[in-house]
């Protein structure tokens, strides 16, 4: 039988499949498609401080093999998540959930993991200093090592839950930024977020996204995903949640060849509303495919040699 | 909302660029008139949204109606029967045929027309004398006139042109009808014209298009704000009322 079972920052996962933050809402709307209990986990939409209604309308764009997003992190604020999200979520979900933490100063990320921390539901904070859609905040912190620094340490003051920082690829070099991480004490990393760009509607002359640049997600970016795993995978000794383009279990395979222990699935959720419970029902018979028995030994197995 | 295989039973031309598609599979996720389907298209990343234009439950037949604009649509003009289509179903709130009154109004501009198909039925079978105005730019481009009639409703035709019809915009046709309530669906500046012209005594709902990135609620892109609160178009629309709408 195939052992799909992998351990993410000490708490122990049924398979490495979490879908990605801002692909799945707060959990429900796929709860009634089919028992999210079958997940590894999830990442919740981006919370932040007060509720945001994010950016204009269109946010999205599609593109070849990918789709732009510049939704903005519209949440209904921490206190509604805690007081009403995940008391809906309780009813649907029995695991440990990822919480996304998200600001626009490094006291509001500490406000805000504070009290996602306090809710037994939430197993990790997932802290996304790598958002390309908010004008401050976000991407700020996450394109520079100091910044990135700043919120891994402010955070982890604020929580005894593990605290998995989420990368940009938006910058010169993520390793610099994954190795300031892991100096102020991070658990573990996630990466990537979604890459900058944009398109122009050719009839009307003007840029697609009212935002005028949002974050190409989905099968197009898995290359440059896998890419980042690889490097910051030699660059600490952090566990990887690997994410950007995964739409297979082969997808997932080879993410955690190149270093990933779990594998976050994001786009291919919302065109395909089935396939988390697909990459999980063909997960086994490709490990066996594979030869692979453990899916725990197999992170980081290209490096070997 | 379901996802299911449907197979193409026809596909044709039925105006200057638009097509009328027959599909056959499980429609049983279709709840209202005024919900959507998401089609996934070959080599293209998104789905496509396009309402729900008329049913036959127990046959298990969809009809969509849908104007070529880009590729997307260009490629499902191309297709012919025995092709299969991944669908998302049931999509959407839908309208709330249960407020119509006696007579009530639905104003239909281009492919907002094709969801009055539907709602029309259901209006009529509930013994309500609906009246139909639908606004397109010339003769050539004029669809579902007859379906409309023949589904009981009171149709009045106008084009910009005035080679059809009356000569003008819906909100010209509008002038001098009595109703009791309103659907409408078609471009933005179309919406806002007919509750600008319609009575403020008579209450209605409209149908918005927002470019979606999942079709069913997940992924916040197609929100808007409202005087309830930010909605999603997808999920908590595309349908909203009229006094809930921020112009
Ligand atoms: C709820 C809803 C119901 C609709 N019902 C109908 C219908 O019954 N008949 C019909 O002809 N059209 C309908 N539309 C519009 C239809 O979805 C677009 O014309 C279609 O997606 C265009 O695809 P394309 O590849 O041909 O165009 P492209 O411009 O190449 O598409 C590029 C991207 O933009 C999106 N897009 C482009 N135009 C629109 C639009 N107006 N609304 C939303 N997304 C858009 C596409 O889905 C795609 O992701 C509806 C839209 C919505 C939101
Ligand atoms: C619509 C949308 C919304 C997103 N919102 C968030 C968010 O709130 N927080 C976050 O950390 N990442 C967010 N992301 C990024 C994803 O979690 C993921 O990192 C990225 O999309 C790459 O994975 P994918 O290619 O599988 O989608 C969002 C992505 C999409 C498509
Ligand atoms: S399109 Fe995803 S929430 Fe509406």
Redesign the pocket.
Known sequence: MADTRVTLCGIELDNPIIP????FGYGVEFAELYDINILGSF?F??TTREPRFGNPTPR?AETSG??L?A?G?Q?PGVEAVVSRELPELAKVFRKPVMA?V?GFSTDEYAEVAAKLSESEQVGWL?V?I??PNVHEGGLNFGATAAGAAAVTRAVRTATKKPVIM?LSPNVTDITEIARACEAEGADGL?L???LLGMRIDIRRRRPVIANVTG?L???A??PV?LRCVWQVYRAVKLPIVG????ESAEDVVEMMLAGATAV?????N?TEPFACKRIIEELPAVMERLGIKNLREITGGAHNG | MKQGLFELISNEKIAKDVYRMVLCGDVSAITAPGQFVNIKLEGRFLRRPISVCDLDGSADRLTLVYKTVGGGTRQMAEMTPGAVLDLLSGLGNGFDVERSGARPLLVGGGVGTPPMLLLCRRLVARGARPIAVTGFGSADEVFLSDELRDAGAEVIVATMDGSAGVKGLVTDAMTGLEYTYFYACGPEAMLRAVDAAAPESVAGELSFEERM?CGFGA???CSCETKYGAKRICKDGPVLRREEIIW
């Not at chain 1, 990605?20 to 692909?23: H, L, R, V």
């Not at chain 1, 994410?243 to 995964?246: E, K, P, Q």
């Not at chain 1, 976050?264 to 291919?268: D, K, L, R, T």
């Open positions: 990605a933050s801002g692909t990442s939409k981006g999205i990918g789709m997003n939704v992190l949440n996304n998200c997932e996304n790598s958002c989420k996630s990537i977020n979604t974050g997600s989905g099968g970016i898995f995903a994410m950007g383009g995964v976050g699935v994001g786009a291919a919302l | 990135g992924c916040m892109g």
